[in-house]
């Protein structure tokens, strides 16, 4: 089981940034980060592995970028261009997997196996 401990959310107006960090327990093959609005299914964002391969959904391409320092055991979301539909519950999550295909497979729910609580981001216009 890996403990995983978000930070770094809040309230921002749209167009402005927000970097969310993911402090892990102890490193795992595969990382993501999902979001879930109020009576809408939980949503993966972004995705990295621990080759380095990374994946995003279509509403966040070009404007989020994830990353991970291996020596930290931490996730980074970096947010940029921020839209009031961003606004969300984000949740990191860490799974022993490595998903194949990448691209889609990364980005689903049930790939993962630990949970962070969970942190808000608001984002107004």
């Known amino acids: 089981q890996v403990q995983l401990v978000e930070s770094g959310g809040g309230s921002v107006q749209a167009g402005e940034s927000l970097r969310l960090s993911c402090l892990a327990s102890?490193?795992?093959?595969?990382m993501g980060w999902f979001h879930q609005a109020p009576g809408k299914e939980r949503e993966g964002v972004a995705a990295?592995?621990?080759?380095?391969?990374?994946s995003y959904a279509d509403s966040v391409q070009g404007r989020f970028t994830i990353s991970k320092d291996s020596a930290k055991n931490t996730l980074y979301l970096q947010m940029n261009g921020l839209k009031p539909e961003d606004t969300a519950m984000y949740y990191c999550a860490a799974s022993p997997i490595k998903a194949s295909p990448f691209k889609w497979m990364s980005l689903l729910r049930a790939m993962y196996t630990d949970w962070g609580q969970g942190i808000q981001v608001t984002v107004s216009s």
């Open positions: 990295i592995d621990r080759d380095g391969n990374t």
């Open positions: 102890r490193d795992i093959y595969t």
